[in-house]
């Protein structure tokens, strides 16, 4: 069974896509850029901004009864790798032991112009 999870507390997608998609036990969280409640890009560095797409991907994920352990994988795209310590400064906070699997990819752009867009997986159990 496919449901879709939206949280009024994350941005609404600004694209023909779904904040997050439940399939069985598995919750694919979109790629969240850092936008603010306002639609606004929050953070003036790629830290700030991972903070940001962080914090969207929680409300997310509290909208389908999980928390960040449940997070199994990540993908971080950053428009500049030299941000990479910066970034995992701030994502060792989002994360405890055992880490998620996780790839970070440096692209040419983000939508709105954003300097980071995170996306994750979970495993999320009815119940």
Not at 18 to 32: M, N, P, R, Y
Not at 35 to 58: F, Y
Not at 105 to 126: C, F, N
Request: proline content about 6%; hydrophobic content about 45%; some cysteine.
């Amino acid at each position: 069974m496919i449901q879709e999870i939206s949280s009024p507390q994350a941005p609404k997608a600004i694209g023909p896509y779904s904040q997050a998609i439940k399939a069985g036990e598995l919750l694919f969280i979109s790629g969240q850029i850092p936008l603010n409640a306002k639609g606004e890009i929050a953070g003036a560095n790629a830290g700030e901004q991972a903070r940001q797409c962080l914090s969207n991907l929680r409300k997310i994920l509290a909208a389908a009864g999980a928390s960040t352990r449940d997070v199994v994988k990540t993908t971080i795209y950053l428009t500049d790798l030299s941000a990479f310590a910066d970034v995992n400064a701030v994502y060792s906070e989002f994360c405890e032991k055992p880490f998620p699997a996780r790839a970070t990819v440096q692209v040419s752009a983000l939508p709105k112009g954003a300097l980071v867009e995170i996306e994750a997986i979970a495993v999320v159990k009815d119940g």
